[in-house]
Structures are given as structure tokens and as C-alpha cells.
């Protein structure tokens, strides 16, 4: 029987790092073979989703999805059911179409013009027609940032568990998922000290995302703006508070941090319980909470 090795990769993809651990009863040189396959995976996601390619399903959308229907990937068209459906359960605080917000602010590149009309645009717009095809109702822009970094991981876990694989972990900028034997151990930044202080914590879920205001982007001039937007109000938030999520699937810890951080708590507690999901909080006052309750 072959040795046991384990080897680790990283790629920068989806706006982050991205890295690939896997341990098996196999040669470092195959573990190396398959971690490229997982990462052209993630590549792969990254060019039918990206807002930033114009080239993308989502690029494409943006542009003539409210002038008729048009055909997505497979994949697209999963995550935008998804997307929907989270938007529906919590309500539209989960909402991808607060991409214009994120156009305004500087956080996206404007690719056209944006309008108060594309602005006015929800998630209750997007229509899934079946075969693939997807409509706007009225003009919009979607942005999948918030839930394809979590779908490109489930891709690359899918893949991998095909493998016989004793473990892996993929981990993209935070959004992670562990397979197998992989060790369960995570550390989460603490939103007090952010760039070195992190809070141990153990994978309560197969899958881990974390969110949090803490981190922000310049928009214009000397003025900053976090990447979480409120969909209805367009304000930024504020908060110091962090928001970790452990779910069966990255793409559902990846789209819940926004609910819990955005929507009212009985309504993202009720979410959470119908997902099998947990919510760690840490805030600034160094308090961790578990949610539901």
C-alpha cells in the first residue's frame, strides 16, 4: 500500500487566496495532479461568476438580462436559485442585486452606466425560467460575490470526495470546507485587533464562512466603505461585529453571514435552525455567542 502523504497548495483566485490540503495513500506527485483539478474547478467558477470579467454569465446578464432571456452555465444558474431562495427566507436581506450600491461605492468596477432604475432593482426581478434561461424583469446588476466563493469551494470538496482521499480542506480567504479526517481546527480573526489576534475554534459544520465590517476598501478620495451593504437602505456597515457561520455546505455558511449580520435576529435564528447551521459572534467587546439559541 502506498505512503500516506499530505501536500498543500495555494492559487490567488476569487479575490483571495486560495488553499488545498489533501492527505492520501498516494505519491505527493498525484496529490499535486488533483489539487490542480480542484483549483481549475474554482478557476472555472471564477469566470462564469466574476462581476469584475465581462465575459461572465453574470457580466452578461447585467447587460441584457432585462432585454431577454438569456442561457447560463448550469452552475450559474444553480447559485442564482440559491441566491433566490436564501433572498426569499431571510426576507431580501440576503439580496444580490445590491450590486449597484457596490458600483456607487467603489467597491465593483463600472462596467455601464448606473441609474436609479438599475438601483431600484431586487431580487424579486430576477426570473428563473427553466432550461437555464434567466430574466430580469426590470434593468438590475447582480453581484455573486456574497455565495459563489462558497459554491466554488462545494465544487472542489464535490470533486475531491471521489477520490478516496483520508482528508482535505479547501480554504478560500475563510469560506472552508473539510473532508474526511482533515483537522477539524479553524482560528477566526477577533474583530478587536483583526491583522493579528485570532479565536480558536473547532468546525462545527463541514463548512465555515466568516463575515465581518472590519476590513474595508477604499471607494473615493480618502473616504472608505465596507463591502456590506444593507440591500434596502445602501448604507454600509459599521459594526466591529464578526459573524462565522458552520453549515453543511460552504455556499450556504458563505450567504448566511450576511443574513445574520443584516436581517433581525428572530428571523436569521429561525434560518439558521431550518439549515442545521450555527452562528459564532465575536465582538468588539471580546464576547462569543452561539446562535440559535
Given at each position: 500500500m502506498p505512503a500516506t502523504n499530505t501536500i498543500q497548495r495555494c492559487?490567488?483566485?476569487?479575490?483571495?487566496?486560495?488553499?488545498?490540503?489533501?492527505?492520501?495513500?498516494?505519491s505527493e506527485a498525484k496529490l499535486h495532479e488533483q489539487a490542480g483539478k480542484a483549483f481549475e474547478m474554482i478557476r472555472s467558477v471564477?469566470?462564469?461568476?466574476?462581476?469584475?470579467?465581462?465575459?461572465?454569465?453574470?457580466?452578461?446578464?447585467?447587460?441584457?438580462?432585462?432585454?431577454?432571456?438569456?442561457?447560463?452555465?448550469?452552475?450559474?444558474?444553480?447559485?442564482?436559485?440559491?441566491?433566490?431562495?436564501l433572498s426569499r427566507e431571510t426576507e431580501g436581506a440576503f439580496d444580490i442585486t445590491v450590486a449597484p450600491r457596490l458600483v456607487r461605492s467603489g467597491l465593483l468596477p463600472r462596467h455601464t452606466q448606473v441609474s436609479s432604475l438599475v438601483e431600484a432593482g431586487r431580487w424579486e426581478?430576477?426570473?428563473?425560467?427553466?432550461?437555464?434561461?434567466?430574466?430580469?424583469?426590470?434593468?438590475?446588476?447582480?453581484?455573486?460575490?456574497?455565495?459563489?466563493?462558497?459554491?466554488?469551494?462545494?465544487?472542489?470538496?464535490?470533486?475531491?470526495?471521489?477520490?478516496?482521499?483520508?482528508?482535505?480542506?479547501?480554504n478560500a480567504g475563510g469560506d472552508m470546507r473539510v473532508l474526511g479526517q482533515a483537522d477539524s481546527r479553524v482560528a477566526i480573526r477577533d474583530p478587536r485587533d483583526?491583522?493579528?489576534?485570532?479565536?480558536?475554534a473547532v468546525m462545527l459544520r463541514p463548512a465555515l464562512a466568516t463575515s465581518?465590517?472590519?476590513?474595508?476598501?477604499?471607494?473615493?478620495?480618502?473616504?472608505?466603505?465596507?463591502?456590506?451593504?444593507?440591500?434596502?437602505?445602501?448604507?454600509?456597515?459599521?459594526?466591529?461585529?464578526?459573524?462565522?457561520?458552520?453549515?453543511?455546505?460552504?455556499?450556504e455558511a458563505d450567504a448566511l453571514t450576511k443574513a445574520v449580520?443584516?436581517?433581525?435576529?428572530?428571523l436569521w435564528n429561525q434560518v439558521l435552525a431550518a439549515r442545521d447551521?450555527?452562528?459564532?459572534?465575536?465582538t468588539k467587546q471580546g464576547e462569543q455567542v452561539m446562535f440559535p439559541v
Amino acid at each position: 500500500m502506498p505512503a500516506t502523504n499530505t501536500i498543500q497548495r495555494c492559487q490567488p483566485l476569487l479575490g483571495t487566496f486560495v488553499e488545498i490540503t489533501l492527505t492520501g495513500a498516494r505519491s505527493e506527485a498525484k496529490l499535486h495532479e488533483q489539487a490542480g483539478k480542484a483549483f481549475e474547478m474554482i478557476r472555472s467558477v471564477q469566470r462564469m461568476m466574476s462581476f469584475h470579467d465581462t465575459d461572465s454569465d453574470v457580466s452578461r446578464l447585467n447587460r441584457c438580462g432585462h432585454v431577454a432571456p438569456l442561457q447560463v452555465h448550469p452552475w450559474t444558474y444553480h447559485v442564482l436559485e440559491q441566491a433566490v431562495q436564501l433572498s426569499r427566507e431571510t426576507e431580501g436581506a440576503f439580496d444580490i442585486t445590491v450590486a449597484p450600491r457596490l458600483v456607487r461605492s467603489g467597491l465593483l468596477p463600472r462596467h455601464t452606466q448606473v441609474s436609479s432604475l438599475v438601483e431600484a432593482g431586487r431580487w424579486e426581478d430576477i426570473a428563473l425560467l427553466g432550461g437555464r434561461a434567466v430574466s430580469f424583469r426590470q434593468p438590475l446588476q447582480v453581484d455573486l460575490g456574497g455565495i459563489a466563493k462558497g459554491f466554488a469551494v462545494d465544487k472542489a470538496v464535490e470533486y475531491l470526495s471521489t477520490l478516496g482521499l483520508s482528508g482535505a480542506i479547501v480554504n478560500a480567504g475563510g469560506d472552508m470546507r473539510v473532508l474526511g479526517q482533515a483537522d477539524s481546527r479553524v482560528a477566526i480573526r477577533d474583530p478587536r485587533d483583526p491583522h493579528r489576534v485570532a479565536v480558536p475554534a473547532v468546525m462545527l459544520r463541514p463548512a465555515l464562512a466568516t463575515s465581518a465590517a472590519y476590513f474595508v476598501k477604499a471607494a473615493s478620495g480618502l473616504q472608505k466603505a465596507s463591502a456590506i451593504m444593507h440591500p434596502r437602505t445602501g448604507k454600509p456597515m459599521k459594526s466591529n461585529l464578526s459573524v462565522s457561520v458552520f453549515a453543511k455546505t460552504c455556499i450556504e455558511a458563505d450567504a448566511l453571514t450576511k443574513a445574520v449580520l443584516l436581517a433581525p435576529q428572530k428571523l436569521w435564528n429561525q434560518v439558521l435552525a431550518a439549515r442545521d447551521s450555527v452562528a459564532l459572534l465575536l465582538t468588539k467587546q471580546g464576547e462569543q455567542v452561539m446562535f440559535p439559541v
